[in-house]
């Protein structure tokens, strides 16, 4: 029994260097990934202009046809939008942005026109122009949208056709 034993320690010592050995080939080696998401500044702008009746003979030959539209910002946390209302397609002689002197166009091929301007505050003292000097103060980015009214007035004693006027007006979002 002797030898048998032997021959059984020899085995398992050749089958235990084999294993040894063959963990001597295996290794690891390691390293860091770095991720990275940056976000961006970044704002969508809507609007939805204002619509009204605007009677030239009874109501407005002396009382303005005061009128509201909206404006709505979706900007980035930490943006800070500033939102200017261009001088309007048929904007008259000497409009400027930041004096837009804005009508109203009968259209056709000898459009009439109508006046009217569109202010930043509901007194209506406070033109809202194509300028970040004439724009809204104090607009907050919150990653939601946020509404802004716009106070319109079409100023009363005007005479016009009997006629829908319209005028196309380009909202910008700058941040």
Known sequence: MQKSTQHGILITAALAGMIAA???????????????????NDCIISTTGFTTTYDPVVVN???????????????TPGATPVITLGQGANAN?????????RRLSSGGGSPTYLNYALFSDSGRTTTWGNTAGTAPAGTTATGTATPLTVYARVPSGQSGLAATFTDTVVATVTF
């Open 61 to 75: 030959a002396t009382t303005n046809q005061d009128v509201t539209a909206s404006v709505t910002t979706t900007c």
């Open 22 to 40: 063959g963990n001597a080939w295996a290794g690891t080696a390691t390293a860091t990934m770095t991720n990275t998401v940056t976000i961006g």
């Open 93 to 101: 002689t000497g409009s400027t942005d930041s004096v837009p002197l």
